[in-house]
């Protein structure tokens, strides 16, 4: 019988090349992903510059009474975790502590059931060692100063999850936007089925929208705190409290998903937009879905009754109806007035 775990083996030098093309900023945002998943209430994140050497020292550590549950899985590759069950954790492809590992020179993890270090020459042992409650991550990777700076930065962006105290190089991580709106709405997200496999579902969650405010001025999708990816041209920060359904990288989120969010954002948040905000790119996909809400146009207060939404959704049509017409209506015959009688347009 053939032995479990035979049939693959991983280069760690080309797994971190593939890593490497996010970039090395995201590195901390999985094990702190990690932390935040469990039943932490403290987590702290450092990184230090090592002396005469282009990299940096990290560490991650929480106090999760049970530590890892499970050792192996600081070193399997795609093992199953209990975390694809959960639409309210993070986690599901199990990969966050190998691609952090693959980029260190050597690390070691330190949990309540034991340690792995993780040696310069490749290498790895077991250790008896062990933390009474959390556990501990600790690693030398490859980082310029300019790159740490970068890190850090990503760092101190992200949202902490009430009840965890989040330290980073000592300093509490404090909400850093201004909370605009919380508001229910149903989007999907993905969840495994009865085999064990992720699947696409829908389910009703909570969508947090902040002000990116002067200090990070570029809008952002964020998965429970955690940033996905950057919206270019629209307005808020959205943090969606449940599963977004990600690709294996966790950088991007699909157009249709994307218009889905969008769509929620304006039906809830239209008063706090202006007529230059309705002319938006952004805010004119969502207007012309057929799942916006007829209140986003509608404004009592407002001249002949239209919101401020309305009034620039119609003089963005205004502004390109001549473009318009010249892609959907190229012959006269086709917007010309019919006669009664006669079998084509006159003039």
């Not at 077991?126 to 501990?136: F, V």
């Not at 965890?164 to 997200?189: C, D, M, Q, R, W």
């Not at 008063?271 to 057929?290: H, I, M, P």
Request: contains cysteine; hydrophobic residues 35%; glycine residues 8%.
């Amino acid at each position: 019988m053939a032995r479990k775990n035979q049939r693959f083996e991983v280069d760690t030098e080309g797994y971190a090349q593939t890593v490497r093309r996010r970039g090395v900023s995201f590195v901390p945002l999985e094990l702190l992903s990690n932390s935040w998943d469990t039943d932490a209430t403290e987590v702290l994140v450092r990184i230090e510059p090592v002396p005469n050497s282009p990299s940096v020292e990290l560490r991650v550590i929480d106090n999760h009474p049970e530590g890892f549950e499970d050792l192996r899985d600081t070193y399997t590759l795609y093992k199953y975790t209990k975390k694809r069950k959960d639409p309210n954790v993070r986690g599901r492809f199990n990969i966050g502590e190998k691609e952090v590992l693959c980029l260190c020179s050597e690390a070691k993890i330190t949990s309540t059931k034991g340690a792995v270090v993780f040696t310069k020459d490749g290498g790895r042992r077991n250790t008896r060692e062990h933390t009474k409650a959390g556990t501990e991550f600790w690693g030398i990777i490859k980082m310029t100063r300019e790159e740490m700076a970068e890190t850090l930065k990503v760092l101190r962006s992200v949202i902490p999850p009430e009840g965890v105290v989040t330290l980073i190089n000592g300093e509490e991580l404090h909400l850093p936007y201004k909370l605009l709106a919380s508001f229910e709405v149903t989007l999907p997200t993905e969840l495994e089925d009865e085999e064990g496999n992720l699947r696409p579902t829908r389910r009703k969650t909570v969508v947090n929208v902040y002000d990116p405010g002067a200090n990070n001025p570029e809008p952002t999708i964020y998965e429970m705190g955690i940033p996905v990816c950057t919206l270019p041209g629209d307005k808020w920060h959205i943090d969606v409290q449940q599963k977004v359904p990600l690709p294996r990288d966790r950088d991007s989120v699909t157009q249709a998903y994307l218009t889905k969010l969008r769509v929620a954002v304006v039906n809830y948040m239209h008063s706090l937009l202006t007529e230059e905000d309705s002319g938006e790119a952004w805010v004119r996909e969502a207007t012309g879905n057929k799942d916006i809400d007829e209140n986003a146009f509608n404004d009592d207060s407002g001249e002949y009754g239209l919101s401020k939404v309305a009034r620039g959704f119609i003089a963005g049509l205004l502004k390109h109806a001549g473009e318009i017409t010249a892609v959907t209506n190229q012959w006269i015959n086709s917007y010309k007035r019919l006669v009664g009688g006669f079998e084509a347009p006159v003039y």
